[in-house]
């Protein structure tokens, strides 16, 4: 995948775009985002990440008749980091099912629901990209996936000619 220098709202909003019919009528998106410098990365796998955190946040709220709430919010961190949050008003991951979600095949959706690649391939992508992904959640409140990327740094930039 083609690295570049670029707003990371670029690879969000079309993530965000992309799953909109997943959240349907029945819910609502809070967009939070702070003004943020670039990063380096690829636009088309940090997509990917996203669709697939903002996918499984409109599952797990799909059983809310109404309030379903999507939070989408982009921060600069005072380390000097982008950090991205996806958050949701789901029914939450159980306490043992926390640390095993980033494992490759484990899903809690239902048979043919889920492959259970999708939060192992994010964790991979966020990893190759210098990143990290966390999560918290709460049983009957919801779940936060929080990304870390590194910002660009101004000596990546090749000089003008």
Do not use: W
Request: charged share 25%.
């Amino acid at each position: 995948a083609s690295v570049v220098s670029f707003p990371i709202v670029d690879a969000l909003e079309p993530a965000r775009k992309m799953a909109a019919p997943r959240l349907g009528t029945r819910g609502r998106v809070k967009r939070e985002f702070d003004p943020v410098p670039p990063i380096n990365g690829s636009p088309t796998q940090l997509r990917q990440v996203f669709l697939n955190l903002i996918v499984n946040a409109c599952d797990a709220m799909s059983a809310k008749s109404s309030n379903a709430l999507l939070t989408l919010r982009t921060r600069h961190t005072a380390s000097d980091m982008i950090q991205i949050d996806v958050a949701d008003n789901g029914h939450g991951i159980e306490v043992d099912d926390i640390e095993k979600i980033f494992d490759p095949f484990f899903t809690t959706k239902e048979v043919g629901k889920g492959s259970g690649m999708g939060l192992s391939i994010s964790y991979r992508i966020i990893e190759n990209h210098g990143g990290t992904i966390e999560v918290h959640s709460k049983v009957g409140k919801g779940t936060a996936f929080t990304i870390t990327l590194p910002r660009q740094d101004d000596r990546d930039i090749p000089a003008s000619p």
